[in-house]
């Protein structure tokens, strides 16, 4: 998902997404990667939910992703306007990304590990492509834990800055250099790609370049930051366009 083969870089910077006498969320322990960046969020609420729901008659563990009042977080870069959000719809087998031809192209937000107690939820979150400097706006709500609304920046420019110093240790096999990851694994046996297993995964279009690697293995720091890469193009194998491409 845009870190396969590289050392991540850790970035300065969090922030208290809200505070109050029953919730509380954290966003940071920020690591950079040269399609987007990892981050930490941490919930908790005074009063747990209840730690089990019931699926189609089976019961099943809770999340704070899950029911009405859930929580609800949208990333936005404040400088291109690009977004997404948690929880999000699932592209189904086969199936691609829908794509933006208006507006600012889809922002990749998803949940790679996350767990905890019905009282506290800590997850592992993926945002790509790299912001282009600027604000990068974290809010939404939580209205089970009575957040009706919450917002919160971090500073888009330790994390840009950071990415000069990744590493590369090797190149991804059939991955266009560059790609973040659209939340796809590779074909399968007849050809449908399989979603990764992830809370609420968004779909995500094409990110910044791979930065071609230096002698001493670095990643160089040029360009790429708004996303726009070689990945911007049509698939050769079914001819349908790529998410990211403005027609």
Partial sequence: MGNEGELPVSAPGDVV?????????WVGALRVYSGGFECTLRVMQREPREPMRMVDGRRVPSTV?????????EVRY???GRAGE??????LPGQRPPVRRDGPQ????????????PGEWDAQLWIGPLPP??????????????????????????????????????QVPHRTPGDPGRGY???????????????????????????DAEPDGRADAGGGADGAGEADRADPADGTEEPGRDR
Avoid at 143 to 166: K, S, T
């Fill in 17 to 25: 997404l809200f505070g109050t006498a029953d919730a509380g969320g």
């Fill in 65 to 73: 992703w899950d029911g009405d009042g859930a929580l609800r977080l």
């Fill in 78 to 80: 404040a400088a291109n």
């Fill in 86 to 91: 948690l929880p999000g719809r699932r592209p």
């Fill in 106 to 117: 889809l922002l990749g937000v998803s949940q790679r590990t996350g767990g905890g107690s």
């Fill in 133 to 170: 400097g600027g604000p990068v706006v974290f809010s939404g709500s939580w209205r089970a834990a009575g957040v009706e609304e919450f917002r919160a920046e971090l500073d888009g420019a330790p994390i840009v800055a950071a990415a000069a110093g990744v590493t590369r240790l090797w």
């Fill in 185 to 211: 694994r590779e074909p399968g046996p007849g050809g449908h790609r399989r979603p990764r297993s992830s809370i609420g995964h968004m779909t995500i279009s094409s990110g910044s370049p791979m930065r």
